[in-house]
């Protein structure tokens, strides 16, 4: 693969810009750390934490070769660098570049559709017991409806797609939802 091109999606995988110093990559490395670690980030598989250490180390090497380059904007294409100033800059520079890999773009939004749904649910339970039967909790009504489409989504990846990165999270997360259509 082109140096520059892997340079470059190592950037956007850290959410960095072209003149990222040590310290930026440490930040950023130690945020995703959390997010991806399969023990206690968002996802069972590791195959997200070990695309982070590939990046990580790219630009750590990147850094050791070309220390002086950093800050220079010619050697990395302007289109495809991020803006440094601000955490919104960022999240919304990586939430408009599409994925290379389209089953990874769909796991992802049912992934972020499932966060916000369950969160949404336990404010409207504010600090309620948790109660599983539809009888007792309109709550948990509105949640099953909601969650169907994110359901859907998981069971047509590892049914389109079972050797896919991630048919193992989708089907993870099949298992790990079904709490919350119990037997009544």
């Known amino acids: 693969m082109d140096k520059k091109l892997l340079l470059n999606d190592s950037l956007h995988f850290l959410g960095l810009s072209s ?49 002086e380059e950093t800050n220079a904007e010619t050697n990395i294409n302007s289109e495809v660098s991020h803006p440094k100033n601000t955490n919104q800059s960022t999240k919304e520079t990586l ?24 969160l949404r649910y336990y404010e409207k339970r504010n600090l309620h017991p948790i109660e599983l039967s539809t009888a007792l909790n309109k709550e948990l009504v509105q949640l099953q409806k909601e969650l169907e489409p994110v359901l859907q989504v998981y069971a047509n990846i590892l049914k389109q797609h079972p050797s896919s990165l991630w048919a193992n999270d989708a089907k993870n997360s099949l298992d790990r939802l079904r709490v919350w259509w119990s037997k009544e």
């Open 95 to 118: 939430e408009n570049k599409p994925s290379k890999d389209p089953i990874f773009q769909e796991y992802k939004l049912a992934k972020e559709k499932e966060t916000e749904v369950i």
């Open 19 to 67: 003149g990222f110093t040590e310290s930026d990559l440490k930040d950023s490395y130690h945020k995703l750390a959390k997010k991806y670690h399969p023990d206690s980030g968002e996802f069972t598989s590791d195959v997200m934490f070990v695309e982070l250490n590939k990046h990580y180390e790219n630009l750590k090497e990147f850094l050791l070769i070309h220390p």
